[in-house]
T-cell receptor, first 113, second 117 residues
Framework: GENVEQHPSTLSVQEGDSAVIKCTYSDSASNYFPWYKQELGKGPQLIIDIRSNVGEKKDQRIAVTLNKTAKHFSLHITETQPEDSAVYFCAAPGDTGRRALTFGSGTRLQVQP | DAGVIQSPRHEVTEMGQEVTLRCKPISGHDYLFWYRQTMMRGLELLIYFNNNVPIDDSGMPEDRFSAKMPNASFSTLKIQPSEPRDSAVYFC???????????????FGEGSRLTVL
C-alpha cells in the first residue's frame, strides 16, 4: 500500500513569511495529490490538489509543486496570516484503482502575529 | 447542503460497552469513508463503501469493529466491546465519483470524539 511521509511535524513562522511543507510518497502509481487543512475541532478540508500531469498549481497564496521522478510534493503558503494557523495534511491514493487516500502525519503550522 | 453529519459529537463510555457512531453523507455522493484520528497514528482509513457496498475494510483494527451502510444516506461504525485504546476522533467522509480513476474531493464531517474509560 501507499506510504506518505510528511515534514516538518511543526512549523512556526512570522506573519507575512512563507511556509513550506513537504511530503514523499512510495507508490509510483499515485496520480493525485491533495492537501487538506484541519482547524481545531473540525474535520479536514481540501485546500488544493494537483494531478500527476502537471508540475505546479497555484491558488492565490497557496501553491503545490510535484516532482514525480523523486516522488515528492510540497505545499507553499506565501504571505502567511494568523488564520493560516492549522494542521495541514498531504495525501496520496496509491493504486489508482483504490479510491481511499493515505494521509501524511500532519504539520501543525503556527503563524505568529 | 448541510454537509456530512456525524453523531454523537462526543461520547464517553466505559470499557466493555458498545459504541455506535453514525454518519449521514452528502446527498448524491457514492463513496463513504470512515477514518480514525489519534496523536500517535494520525488519520487512518478504517473502511470505505461504494454505492453502499464495503470495498476495503483492511484498516478495521479487529473483530470488535464493524461498519454498515444500509442505504445511501446512512452509515454506522460499531465497536463492541470498547477498550481504552479505541479512544480517538472518528471521522466520516463522503465523495462523488470523479472522472477516470482519480479520487474525488473528500468532504469530512466534524468527527465523533470517543473516550473509553
Amino acid at each position: 500500500g501507499e506510504n506518505v511521509e510528511q515534514h516538518p511535524s511543526t512549523l512556526s513562522v512570522q506573519e507575512g513569511d512563507s511556509a513550506v511543507i513537504k511530503c514523499t510518497y512510495s507508490d509510483s502509481a499515485s496520480n493525485y495529490f491533495p492537501w487538506y487543512k484541519q482547524e481545531l475541532g473540525k474535520g479536514p478540508q481540501l485546500i488544493i490538489d494537483i494531478r500527476s500531469n502537471v508540475g505546479e498549481k497555484k491558488d492565490q497564496r497557496i501553491a503545490v509543486t510535484l516532482n514525480k521522478t523523486a516522488k515528492h510534493f510540497s505545499l507553499h503558503i506565501t504571505e502567511t496570516q494568523p488564520e493560516d494557523s492549522a494542521v495541514y495534511f498531504c495525501a496520496a491514493p496509491g493504486d489508482t484503482g483504490r479510491r481511499a487516500l493515505t494521509f501524511g502525519s500532519g504539520t501543525r503550522l503556527q503563524v505568529q502575529p | 447542503d448541510a454537509g456530512v453529519i456525524q453523531s454523537p459529537r462526543h461520547e464517553v463510555t466505559e470499557m466493555g460497552q458498545e459504541v455506535t457512531l453514525r454518519c449521514k453523507p452528502i446527498s448524491g455522493h457514492d463513496y463513504l469513508f470512515w477514518y480514525r484520528q489519534t496523536m500517535m497514528r494520525g488519520l487512518e482509513l478504517l473502511i470505505y463503501f461504494n454505492n453502499n457496498v464495503p470495498i476495503d475494510d483492511s484498516g478495521m483494527p479487529e473483530d470488535r469493529f464493524s461498519a454498515k451502510m444500509p442505504n445511501a444516506s446512512f452509515s454506522t461504525l460499531k465497536i463492541q466491546p470498547s477498550e481504552p485504546r479505541d479512544s480517538a476522533v472518528y471521522f466520516c467522509a463522503s465523495s462523488f465519483r470523479s472522472s477516470g480513476r482519480v479520487t474525488g474531493e473528500l468532504f469530512f464531517g466534524e468527527g465523533s470524539r470517543l473516550t473509553v474509560l
